[in-house]
């Protein structure tokens, strides 16, 4: 391996930012996007037999079924056309490196995923990022970007500090400059809505979306993703999203798995039951101050001082307890954190435990 490569891995380990996989097997979960549990619902297993996919869906792996589900995912999260993608992060660089145009801008906030970004860079427009949910900013640069194709790239809720977009404002920008808003439901999707189908949809601005992205690989405790759009934007995208042309298929039970996620019956009460939790969490929370929304899974708590970061997050494993310390680059130098996940079936008593332990 080149020597630029090794001080690159060493520059990290000298800052204990290097990253290293982990398991959490036994352990109590605070770290997962499996907010409602779903993963382990035994409704959501396929009981299709697993037939490989055998080419990409242009060539052999399409079906009936597979636009049959489409059309139903469409159906579901009220949207004209839906297409499938292998995950959410094939859907991002599909989306942003064909849909932009030469000539045209896309605005970013600058905490949106790193998959979003990567299609940016992709893409032959130019692209611009104003401050994390800052619409003074985003204002700023519609009006200088005003005689273009502009469009806005935001998420729902943000992966890593758990804040929620200001769609409402945003949705009125938009329409004021004449902007096309790409929104990111992977973590709102599920939480939030009638029977989960996001934050749009429970502001009732799902119609005002040029795009939406929802992933099954959070909430919905599956794999695979749905790009929601207009029929025409789903024919074009199948002709030139790149990243669905050229890959494998997801096989049937994958296909399977999705729409029986969107047919859990009894969602709204899992999802009461979250918000449960969000509320006992956050009034025990005492000395730590969290800037993450009050009904978000995601609670990010800030730390100053990484040394004490790191013991906390190993005080919990050692406990038990899987959370997860956010560190630079996935986050801002000066910004790292415990980032920990709520969910549907954490107990007060696991809860207690996690609060008590941060605060040793």
Not at 117 to 124: E, P, Q, T, V, Y
Request: aromatic share 10%; hydrophobic share 40%; net charge negative.
């Amino acid at each position: 391996m080149d020597k630029k490569l090794y001080k690159k891995i060493q520059d990290r380990r000298e800052k204990g930012t290097l990253r290293s996989l982990s398991s959490f097997d036994g352990k109590i979960d605070f770290a997962s996007n499996d907010y409602l549990g779903f993963s382990k619902n035994e409704r959501l297993q396929s009981d299709r037999a697993e037939q490989g996919a055998t080419g990409s869906r242009l060539i052999s792996g399409n079906s009936e079924y597979i636009e049959g589900v489409e059309s139903a995912l469409a159906n579901f999260f009220d949207a004209d056309a839906g297409l499938c993608f292998n995950s959410g992060y094939d859907a991002n660089i599909g989306v942003f490196s064909s849909i932009p145009q030469r000539g045209d801008v896309v605005l970013y906030d600058e905490f949106i995923h790193a998959s979003a970004r990567d299609g940016i860079r992709l893409s032959l427009a130019k692209s611009y990022g104003f401050k994390h949910n800052n619409l003074e900013d985003l204002k700023r640069l519609l009006e200088l970007n005003k005689p273009q194709t502009i469009y806005i790239a935001v998420e729902s809720l943000y992966s890593m500090h758990g804040d929620l977009c200001p769609l409402y404002e945003l949705n009125q920008l938009a329409e004021e400059y004449g902007a096309y808003v790409i929104l990111d439901e992977a973590h709102s999707a599920g939480v939030y809505g009638v029977q989960g189908r996001g934050f749009a949809h429970a502001l009732d601005l799902h119609s005002k979306c040029f795009l939406r992205l929802v992933t099954f690989g959070k909430a919905f405790g599956a794999h695979g993703a749905v790009v929601l759009c207009s029929n025409d934007l789903r024919e074009f995208l199948l002709n030139f999203a790149r990243s669905f042309i050229y890959t494998t298929a997801l096989p049937i039970s994958a296909y399977d798995k999705m729409l029986r996620a969107v047919q859990v019956e009894d969602v709204d009460q899992l999802r009461l039951s979250l918000q449960d939790k969000l509320v006992y969490f956050r009034r025990n929370l005492k000395i730590w101050d969290s800037s993450s929304a009050p009904n978000s899974p995601i609670q990010f708590i800030n730390f100053h001082d990484l040394n004490e970061l790191r013991k906390v997050e190993q005080a919990l494993s050692d406990a038990g307890i899987f959370a997860k310390a956010i560190y630079s680059p996935t986050v801002a130098e000066g910004d790292e954190g415990l980032r920990i996940s709520l969910h549907s079936f954490n107990s007060e008593k696991e809860i207690d435990s996690l609060l008590r332990i941060m605060s040793v």
